[in-house]
């Protein structure tokens, strides 16, 4: 398994993710930056991916 890097920046804006996408609906304005929840974003091991892939594309869920 790879090393999971904390240095690459991942853009949340457009995948209703709601610290981001509905600043402007809470507050107003769509330039602010919004400290009301903290979430720590990091992309997913391609090994964890790759085994829900798996997963999902069994016929029979359950």
């Not at 993710?17 to 507050?27: A, G, H, L």
């Amino acid at each position: 398994m790879k090393f999971l890097t904390f240095d690459t920046a991942i853009n949340r804006k457009g995948t209703y993710c709601t610290q981001w996408d509905y600043v402007e609906d809470r507050f107003g304005e769509a330039d602010l930056l919004p400290f009301t929840i903290s979430d720590t974003f990091f992309m997913v091991p391609e090994e964890v991916l790759e085994t829900v892939k798996e997963r999902v594309n069994h016929p029979v869920i359950g």
